[in-house]
């Protein structure tokens, strides 16, 4: 986007060190695994990137792990919001505090538990006419998209229509197939990572490493993106 760290810092209000530190894949500064998710879609935005694409991303390269959110550091934060300040104990402070930790612990929870999930869902087909020439154009019609990983990478595939094929992370070396008629939508989270066959057609690699890509596939050549 043509920022500087600092230009960068300014629009996400994310301190330059922790910006340089997560360029060099130190995520240390960040304060634990549920800052370093926001600090990343923060910045996606700030760039024009999916912001949750670049978590799954993150949750990938990590193998998935989640690191749980220490109680001390949100009552760290409290504190260096002048709660540290008082003299005799707040209960209802304390209460508050109490409740934002199992809050938190809840969203990491549920964003962990999610960075790998795969959501598959049954193509919408129709049934074949019973005319042998339906049935041959019907045929001709299909769209047969074959995926090999040559590392993990998420997709996002849908049908002409919009109806959901697969949306997940294919893991490295696996090989996955889906037909669909007349069109098959494709979102590639890392266009480099993966290698296509369509309808039999070897198209070689879509992008670059890291690219995120959208494509449209027809029974003939590739569409536009």
Known sequence: MGMTVSQLSQRTRIRETIIEGMERDDFSLCGGEFYVRGHLRAISRAVGLDPDEMVRQYD??????????????????????????RRTPNWTVALALALAVAVIFGIVRLLGGSGDAVQETAA????????????????????????????????DVKDGAGHQLFQG?????????????????????????????????????????????????????????
């Open 124 to 155: 919408h087909s129709r049934k074949a006419p019973a005319a042998e020439h339906d049935a041959a154009k019907a045929a001709s019609d299909m769209v047969v998209l074959t995926v090999i990983a040559k590392r993990s990478s998420w997709l």
């Open 60 to 85: 990938d390269l990590r193998g998935g792990s989640v690191i749980p959110v220490r109680a001390a550091s949100v009552f760290k934060a409290g504190r260096s919001l002048g709660i540290r300040g």
């Open 169 to 225: 992370t294919v893991a490295k070396g696996k090989t996955s197939t889906w037909k669909a008629r007349d069109q098959v939508k494709v979102v590639f989270g890392d266009a480099g990572a993966v290698r296509l066959e369509v309808n039999g057609k070897d198209l070689g690699t879509p992008g670059k490493k890291g690219e995120m890509l959208r494509r449209t596939y027809g029974p003939g050549v590739p569409g536009p993106r």
